[in-house]
């Protein structure tokens, strides 16, 4: 079996670090010849010892050094779990050059999805995402024609103030909005997850990853995170992806490719425990 070569741009943050824990799991299948972190140099180094990366580089001074390296790198997948705007050059870059992009970063989509998502179709590349709700739908529809759907339904667990009235929501902190019920993540989407602001966020990439129309995408709480999200059917087939909330799921199925399922160091879901699954709509106020 070739060996895949792969970027990790963004490896010392919550979905980098969990990237390297799916790599370490399959490491017979991919060589590592880039990774890179804003300023973290000391994790950097030590996660480039790790996983044997053949060139390291910090972003804080410019994406410049990262560029010329795309260039230089003869890469199939790049793993882009960079926080921030400041990637979008990096993502276009790799999108232009035909390289697979296994995509966490939302906000290169949000803010330059018509541009990157042209790039993709002019060199014949393609996304396989890894925000979470996003893979799920991707999943949903493989093998489905894209004409046949009659929505597309992003699951939210409702973030840590779910359950508080509106006036309480007056005296929250930092502190508060920063236990995420069910996922463990970076600090930036943790607190847009308890605004709600990353479900907008999520709508937003949904509409330029799968090219849909914005009246065929909708949000569900859905409090319990086992449901990732949903693609519903001109025929009232709805098809759904369900798992554990842990990242790792939708690392290993972006870093397969889509083609196939490597070992991602999650536990099945357990049906023989009871288990409630349920779904309301989100209070728009
Ligand atoms: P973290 O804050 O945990 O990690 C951010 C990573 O990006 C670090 O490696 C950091 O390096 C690097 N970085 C920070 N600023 C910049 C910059 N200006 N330019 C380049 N690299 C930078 O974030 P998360 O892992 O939580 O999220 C990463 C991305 O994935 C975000 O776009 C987020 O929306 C998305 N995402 C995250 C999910 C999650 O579960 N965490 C779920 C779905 C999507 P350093 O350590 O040196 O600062
Ligand atoms: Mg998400």
Known sequence: MKKLNVAIIGVTGSVGRQTVDVIKRNADRF??????????????????????????????????????????????????????????????????KGIK????????????????????????????????EHSALFQCMCGHRKEDIAGLVLTASGGAFRDLPKEALETVSIKDALTNPNWSMGQKITVDSATMMNKGLELIEARYLFDIEPNKLSVVIHPQSIVHSMVSYKDGAVLAQLGLPDMRVPIAYALGCGEERIDSGVKQLDFTQNMALTFSPPDID
């Open 31 to 96: 060589d590592i010849q880039l990774i890179t972190a804003h300023s973290n140099a000391v994790s950097l180094e030590q996660i480039g010892k790790e996983l044997g990366a053949k060139r390291t580089i910090l972003t804080k001074n410019g994406m410049g050094e990262l560029l010329r390296a795309v260039d230089e790198t003869e890469l199939d997948v790049a793993l882009v779990a960079a926080a921030g705007t400041d990637i979008i050059a990096v993502a276009y870059k790799l999108a232009q």
């Open 101 to 132: 992009l296994a995509l966490a970063n939302k906000e290169c989509i949000v803010s330059a999805g018509k541009f990157v998502m042209a790039a993709i179709k002019e060199s014949g590349g393609m996304i396989i995402p890894v925000d979470s």
